[in-house]
């Protein structure tokens, strides 16, 4: 006989629940199997199923922590060019850039990468 859905679900929370509490070990995976009544495959597959979720939520959660990020480095290279210090300037510049993907690290650290730093229009 199958699983319930319901049955399935209270599982991979127990799943869950040990790997944040105790981690993952083969041992932890038999006690799983023993608790659950079922194969340490089926066990495995549970781990693999609540490792898929946790991955997409980082993903998620991944995208929003950028995003602040760039906001906040944004601030701080307008402070930096009012300021007129076009060293740190061009630092935050590169790192933006990486964490957008339009500059790769390795790149990065090459010499011959310039930036030109325009300075804003003077406000009335």
Do not use: N
Request: glycine share 8%; hydrophobic share 40%; aromatic share 4%.
């Amino acid at each position: 006989m199958g699983t319930t859905k319901d049955e399935r679900e209270r599982r991979l929370a127990v799943v869950e629940q040990v790997i944040h509490e105790r981690g993952w070990s083969m041992r932890i995976e038999q006690q799983l199997a023993d608790r659950f009544g079922v194969c340490t495959r089926t066990v495995r597959r549970y781990r693999a199923d609540v490792e898929d979720v946790m991955r997409q939520e980082l993903r998620a959660e991944r995208a929003d922590i950028r995003a602040g990020l760039i906001t906040r480095l944004r601030g701080h290279q307008m402070a930096a060019l009012r300021a007129g210090r076009f060293g740190p300037l061009a630092s935050m510049i590169a790192l933006e850039a990486r964490m957008l993907g339009c500059l790769e690290p390795q790149q990065a650290a090459e010499p011959g990468v310039t930036f030109t730093i325009v300075p804003p229009p003077e406000q009335c």
